[in-house]
């Protein structure tokens, strides 16, 4: 599966502590990420990210256009819900995984849930969207 991964700056620590604690999971994917949330996870995980520009420089769009080509299976998103700075690309992003049925993890709950979720086997449902 490709799961991609953005923080905003507040929950950049909290992405990294997600991603320590769910590092067995996400090993066995393909992780995508804006550069500086890639950089960040790697240094404390070790996990092989590929990093796209930092998120205000462009990163948050690369991956939106990933969703747009059906090459993102997983995105989580966690993002402040206090900043405005980047609500066009916070809404973009949601606006396309409705579009094309990915599903989307704004807050660390629902980032959970589906990391569990995939760890079961409930996404394998995605294959058939490639």
């Known amino acids: 599966m490709?799961?991609?991964?953005?923080?905003?700056?507040g929950k950049k620590?909290?992405?990294?502590?997600?991603?320590?604690?769910?590092?067995?999971?996400?090993?066995?994917?393909?992780l995508y990420a804006t550069g500086t949330t890639g950089r960040l996870i790697e240094e404390v995980t070790n996990l092989n990210i590929h990093k796209y520009l930092a998120g205000h420089l462009g990163g948050e769009q690369q991956i939106c256009a990933q969703i747009?080509?059906?090459?993102?299976?997983?995105?989580?998103?966690?993002?402040?819900?206090?900043?405005?700075?980047?609500?066009?690309?916070i809404n973009n992003a949601v606006r396309l995984c409705d579009i094309h049925n990915i599903p989307l993890a704004t807050n660390l709950a629902s980032a959970e849930l589906l990391i569990r979720s995939l760890d079961r086997g409930d996404m394998d449902w995605r294959e058939m969207y490639k």
């Open 2 to 9: 490709n799961i991609a991964l953005i923080a905003h700056d």
């Open 13 to 30: 620590k909290l992405m990294q502590n997600f991603c320590i604690a769910y590092r067995g999971i996400l090993s066995k994917n393909d």
């Open 68 to 89: 747009e080509h059906n090459q993102i299976d997983l995105l989580i998103f966690l993002r402040d819900p206090n900043s405005k700075s980047h609500e066009p690309d």
